[in-house]
């Protein structure tokens, strides 16, 4: 019997794979222009790392993360999120003591979460985000959105909504969860299981309650505005109103807590219903911290950062027909030898044109000439080369433009020249004799 994948994860091919290539590509690019640098921690930590950081009364501490003891019975986890490790980083390597802060890193790569699959869901899927350690100014916040804006744009995914809030500074935070507790003591009878642990562990996670019956007694809630300090209240003022000097449009959301505990202050989500319909939950999302960096060892730096989910915007920009034409990079040229003298010329013309920056590839197996052609046809190639015995005894080849159909014999050494004029390209190197030189 065949082995399959395993649940929840998914194989990323064809046309999937060239553009996750180019989502990743566009993103590194912008990421660089906002002057962050790679970073590529490793898919595993100890499991320690996560506890503290994501926090004991997250979902995904409590219940989503692939935990296994290895070999000499430490407990490792594969990450189920990047922010941890990327604090984990940038203290090992003390790069807050040897950058200019913010220290600004992106990454992109999976991420494991043993969730309940479904639309949008998966159990290994991949983020590429940011994080910016080391400055506790709002505008870092700030141009932390103006990032992911930039980016949702340069996709073309006009429709996002910003849903943004501030869950405050400490002194907000504890007396708002104080305010929650002494509400729902009084529901919590009638309330699911995982809201009586978020009772004990985070009462501000039982906001995000996606139980029915739950939602209804939340909305009667202490609201955290309700609970911010003045400074929060500035903070949050400040963010927002450089927000609408650089004219990035957003909702304040009250309700908006997110899922991990090491947020305060700002914190963000970004929404996009696609236009079949399909609601794939947020594509991105992100916040402030103030205590992580410390909480994992390292000094008192406070930090923003955000990721997007790769699958999400790749489902997005599928169902609204904004993924560019002819991602799948169709081959440029096809050569057709026949024969075993050929086949072995067929190679070495093949590797040239690669090397001049062509697409290439050849036919391996004696089939008719017609069947290459059907193949080079469904392989979307623009030329054929076809090498037949005479060609190799007469050291050239024949090119055929498989759009018009025209073909003409062209000597080996002139090739590649007769290629790129072909393609309207640049001639090869400008020292040879090819006659569009001359
Ligand atoms: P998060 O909201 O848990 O935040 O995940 C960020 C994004 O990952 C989500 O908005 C979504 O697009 C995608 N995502 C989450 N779970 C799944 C899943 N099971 N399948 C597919 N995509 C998913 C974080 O991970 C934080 N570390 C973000 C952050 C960075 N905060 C500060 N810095």
């Known amino acids: 019997m065949a082995v399959n994948n395993v649940k929840g994860t998914h194989d990323v091919i064809g046309e999937e794979a060239s553009a996750f290539n180019y989502i990743e590509n566009l993103l590194k690019q912008i990421c660089e222009l906002f002057a962050y640098n790679e970073v590529r921690p490793p898919v595993m930590e100890y499991s320690e790392l996560f506890v503290r950081g994501v926090g004991e009364g997250s979902d995904i501490v409590r219940k989503e993360m692939y935990t296994f003891l290895d070999k000499a019975e430490r407990s490792v986890t594969l990450r189920p999120e990047f922010t941890a490790g990327i604090m984990r980083l940038i203290i090992q390597n003390k790069l807050l003591a040897t950058n200019e802060l913010p220290y600004k890193a992106y990454y992109c790569g999976p991420v494991f979460r043993y969730e309940r699959p479904q639309l949008g869901r998966y159990r290994q899927f991949n983020q590429f985000g940011v994080e910016a350690v080391g400055n506790n100014s709002p505008e870092v916040d700030v141009e932390a959105i103006v990032l992911a804006y930039t980016i949702l744009s340069s996709l073309n995914l006009d429709n996002v909504k910003i849903a943004i809030n501030t869950l405050g500074d400490d002194e907000s935070r504890n007396a708002y969860k104080e305010a929650l507790k002494a509400y729902f003591a009084k529901h919590l009878d009638k309330m699911c299981p995982d809201c009586h642990s978020r009772y004990e562990l985070n009462p501000l996670r039982i906001l995000d309650c996606k139980v029915p019956e739950d939602q209804e007694i939340v909305k ?106 002819g991602l799948d990079n169709p081959i440029e040229i096809y050569v057709m030898p026949i024969g075993d003298k050929a086949k072995a010329l067929a190679m070495s013309v093949s590797a040239n044109l690669r090397l001049s920056g062509y697409r290439v ?78």
């Open 220 to 325: 009667g809630a202490p609201r955290m505005k309700d609970y911010l300090s003045e400074a929060a209240k500035n903070r949050f003022n400040r963010v927002l109103s450089l927000l609408d000097d650089l004219n990035i449009p957003y909702q304040v959301d009250d309700t908006l807590v997110r899922g991990l505990d090491y947020y305060a202050e700002t914190v963000f989500e970004f929404h996009y219903v696609s236009k079949t319909g399909n609601d794939y939950g947020a594509i991105g999302a992100g916040g402030h911290y103030d205590k992580l960096v410390k909480e994992l060892g390292g000094p008192d730096a406070a930090g923003v950062g955000f990721s997007f989910g790769v699958e999400r915007l790749y489902s997005v920009l599928k169902d609204d027909g904004l993924l560019p034409q």
């Open 361 to 438: 590839d050849m036919c391996y197996e004696d089939v008719k000439l017609a069947n290459m052609f059907k193949r080079a046809e469904r392989k979307g190639a623009q030329f054929a080369i076809i090498i037949g015995e005479d060609e190799v005894n007469k050291e050239e080849v024949v090119i055929k433009n498989l759009k018009t159909t025209e073909q003409k014999s062209c000597p080996l050494d002139k090739l590649v020249c007769a290629i790129s004029e072909e393609m309207g390209d640049e001639c090869c190197d400008g020292n040879c004799s090819c006659h569009h030189k001359e």
